[in-house]
């Protein structure tokens, strides 16, 4: 029989215990593993990665960067200057509002500049196919 006011441990120990879990646990298991967004910079935009977007790629519009990570809020990437890849265009769609990266235009990933406000129009199309 439970007695009023007595604290049971074993669901608190069990939540503790997913916590540590969750918190440690990765694909890859190492201690160097990223968490960070895939960021491009290209112009003076910042571009994010989304998935699931069906896209043709266009002409080369030139160099990009991909930012280094600073998944632990340190400074020691500061003064690193990120990796370079190439931006291609979308067809159909505005460098201002997306593009493709990769390094070649059979390798690449497709990024759009302001992803938290929402994705416009011409990617929602893409990615519905229409």
Do not use: N, W
Not at 35 to 46: E, I, K, M, N
Request: charged fraction near 25%; aromatic fraction near 4%.
């Amino acid at each position: 029989m439970r007695r009023p006011g007595r604290i049971t441990r074993p669901p608190l120990v069990a939540a503790l215990l997913m916590l540590a879990v969750a918190c440690t646990s990765g694909s890859g298991g190492g201690e160097g593993e990223a968490s960070c967004a895939y960021l491009v910079r290209y112009q003076d935009r910042t571009y994010q990665g989304v998935a699931g977007v069906r896209f043709t790629v266009g002409e080369e519009l030139g160099p990009a960067t991909l930012p280094p990570c600073d998944d632990t809020g340190g400074r020691d990437e500061a003064g690193q200057a990120g990796e370079t890849t190439t931006a291609y265009r979308v067809d159909g769609v505005s460098s201002e509002v997306a593009v493709a990266v990769g390094d070649g235009p059979d390798d690449t990933t497709f990024v759009t500049a302001h992803p938290d406000e929402g994705l416009p129009p011409e990617v929602r199309k893409l990615i519905d196919g229409s």
